[in-house]
């Protein structure tokens, strides 16, 4: 498609556009995510559906001076490309290219990083406020989807907002309520005498007229409001934020540019917090993305006619761990299923689909869902709680309070554990070894291939206790590496894949195929005996077997898929410590640093993890000559 707005647009540009200007960018915009999108990968569906929403934000509001905070921030791809990002576009959730969320460090149009869910309404109350006390003068813009709008925090933010009073303005993207439903006559005449200047103006004339009268004047305004109250609570929509101190508009049409800018006219008037309900179709636009949204939330690369993906299919840890609880399910009925808002990603859509009575969606809440698992458990039930890696940190709490302080058997399954590619430093799974191995009475168990998984929930449910099973993302070439299928018994003993006496390299998860490789290359080259073992249990360590393979080891490399401060590396460095070992020792994980996004292979390769990598290094840590 020629481009004819969209390669020059700017927000200084956008106030020159008129309404059919603006039209036709919405039009290119559209044809350019499709584009770009079904060659890159991404978030495709959710920014569909707010193309001219954010149109018509960069249109009202003058960014950078007015802050324009997203929620999640999966929805900003619009938002980039108004803000000089078009050239740079194609490199989106590539390595060393644009991210797939705001960051402050890409442009100054990104006020707030963001990456997880309702943190939109905090931020921008902070901003809000801190412009107060700096006596400044511009606007503030929270934009939260529906979703969102579950999680606990941004019903927090709301309740602290509408005490202070001050300038807010939050847009609820709602994409899951029928436009049909919810816009009509009595609800546009209601949002326009509650926001017209001229209905405070009256108000005000009124109230201070009754004021006057002796004796009824007090009682008669008491009695106004109680039957205003009334009407309000049953004809308004928007009561719930008006009784937390917001001015509710809406709903509005969120493909509707014209609508939009009179509604976002109308809350840059307010002196106080504004909630704007705007109703979106996520997906809007392309066929495919409209009738199959989840599908489309977070996509791989696709055919762009037919809308199907582009990426060879194979089975991974998440679809292996969906075969294996349903085979648990079937034999136990007193196992349950939870996740936050995930039952696809994270691979629970088969169990509600089988068990619907059994199976339990809390939304985005994971405070909520950790602590509802250690209700359910109380009562005799065995809960799997699905949620991925990064998501789980959102409960780091309720995990120590709720569950383990009280050694209830949740069972803790993270999903996309280690490194998770394009979507970036927010979604990598790289601190859970440190921040569960830190928990009393918590078992971790790191799966090497996606068939571990039927013997490590069985293990874990045999337990009654808390347990953590962490797997990554994908599935790996080495999958079928062993023949016969691990049994429950065998998980908490070391899995010597190389044998050897003095030097060995100690891994976990499926890193150690990297380990591996690379000793095998360096037994060819050089014909040194450097053992590797493989633990699929973190914690507790099984300290017989594994002092009996390590107390004469004078060498030991660890090789993880964490941080290293405090991860898996660590915990081998206290244990030979605590048994009195004294070896050489170096960690090989994830710095002390955040990780940018890129392709699992460029990944691995930047932070020295895969083969080749820890071939140079194990030659260099275990001073093996170079030829």
């Known amino acids: 498609m020629n481009y004819k707005l969209l390669p020059t647009i700017s927000p200084k540009k956008m106030k020159m556009l008129s309404t059919s200007d603006l039209t036709l960018l919405a039009v290119e915009i559209r044809n350019y995510l499709l584009e770009t999108v079904s060659k890159t990968g991404g978030h495709l569906a959710s920014n569909l559906g707010v193309v001219e929403l954010t149109i018509a934000l960069h249109k009202a509001f003058q960014s950078p001076s007015d802050k324009i905070v997203w929620d999640v921030g999966h929805q900003s791809y619009i938002h980039k490309l108004l803000t000089g990002r078009y050239a740079d576009f194609p490199t989106l959730r590539q390595f060393g290219g644009l991210s797939g969320f705001p960051k402050r460090s890409e442009s100054v149009h990104d006020i707030f990083n963001a990456g997880h869910s309702s943190t939109s309404i905090s931020a921008a109350l902070g901003i809000a406020l801190a412009r107060d006390v700096q006596k400044k003068d511009f606007q503030v813009v929270a934009v939260i989807g529906d979703g969102s709008m579950t999680g606990g925090m941004a019903w927090e933010a709301m309740n602290h907002a509408g005490r202070n009073h001050t300038k807010l303005i939050v847009i609820l993207n709602d994409n899951e309520m029928s436009i049909a439903q919810n816009v009509g006559a009595l609800s546009e005449y209601l949002n326009n005498i509650r926001t017209a200047p001229r209905y405070y103006r009256t108000k005000d004339d009124a109230k201070r007229i009754l004021e006057r009268i002796p004796a009824i004047g007090q009682p008669a305004i008491d009695l106004i409001d109680r039957v205003k109250e009334s009407v309000k609570q049953f004809f308004v929509p928007g009561m719930l934020f008006e009784e937390m101190g917001f001015t509710y508009l809406g709903p509005v049409n969120g493909h509707h540019i014209g609508q939009l800018l009179e509604a976002l006219e109308l809350a840059k008037r307010s002196e106080s917090p504004v909630l704007l309900h705007v109703i979106t179709t996520k997906g809007k636009g392309y066929p495919p993305a409209e009738k199959s949204p989840r599908r489309f939330h977070g996509t791989g690369p696709f055919d762009l006619a037919s809308g199907k993906s582009t990426l060879p299919a194979k089975l991974g840890f998440t679809d292996a761990f969906s075969q294996s609880l349903l085979e648990i399910a079937e034999e136990d009925a007193s196992v349950v299923a939870i996740t936050a808002a995930m039952p696809d990603g994270t691979g629970l859509s088969a169990f509600a689909e089988r068990y619907p009575a059994r199976f339990f969606d809390v939304a985005i809440a994971e405070q909520h869902a950790v602590t509802f698992a250690a209700g359910m458990a109380v009562q005799g039930l065995k809960p799997i709680v699905a949620i991925y890696s990064t998501f789980l940190q959102r409960a780091f709490d309720q995990i120590i309070e709720d569950v383990a302080m009280q050694n209830l058997p949740v069972i803790l399954v993270l999903d996309r554990a280690g490194l998770v590619g394009e979507d970036g430093e927010t979604h990598h799974g790289v601190f859970d070894l440190s921040y569960l191995r830190l928990i009393p009475n918590m078992t971790l168990l790191v799966a090497l291939k996606p068939s571990d998984l039927t013997a490590m929930l069985r293990y874990a449910?045999?337990?009654?206790?808390?347990?953590?099973?962490?797997?990554?993302?994908?599935?790996?070439?080495?999958?079928?590496?062993?023949?016969?299928?691990?049994?429950?018994?065998?998980?908490?003993?070391?899995?010597?894949?190389?044998?050897?006496?003095?030097?060995?390299?100690?891994?976990?998860?499926?890193?150690?195929?990297?380990?591996?490789?690379?000793?095998?290359?360096?037994?060819?080259?050089?014909?040194?005996?450097?053992?590797?073992?493989?633990?699929?249990?973190?914690?507790?360590?099984?300290?017989?077997?594994?002092?009996?393979?390590?107390?004469?080891?004078?060498?030991?490399?660890?090789?993880?898929?964490?941080?290293?401060?405090?991860?898996?590396?660590?915990?081998?460095?206290?244990?030979?410590?605590?048994?009195?070992?004294?070896?050489?020792?170096?960690?090989?994980g994830v710095p002390d640093r955040f990780i940018q996004q890129g392709t699992a292979e460029q990944l691995y390769q930047s932070l020295e993890l895969d083969a080749d990598s820890l071939t140079l290094c194990f030659k260099e840590f275990f001073q093996i000559e170079q030829e």
């Open 461 to 588: 449910l045999q337990l009654n206790a808390p347990v953590a099973l962490r797997f990554p993302k994908g599935a790996f070439e080495n999958e079928t590496k062993e023949e016969r299928a691990l049994k429950p018994t065998e998980i908490a003993l070391p899995q010597v894949l190389i044998p050897a006496e003095k030097k060995w390299v100690i891994a976990c998860g499926p890193v150690t195929f990297a380990a591996e490789a690379a000793l095998k290359r360096l037994k060819q080259e050089n014909d040194q005996e450097i053992g590797l073992i493989n633990l699929r249990i973190v914690k507790p360590l099984p300290t017989e077997p594994l002092l009996a393979l390590l107390s004469t080891a004078a060498e030991i490399a660890v090789v993880e898929e964490n941080t290293t401060c405090g991860g898996f590396g660590s915990a081998i460095l206290e244990f030979c410590q605590a048994n009195q070992i004294y070896p050489k020792c170096r960690l090989f």
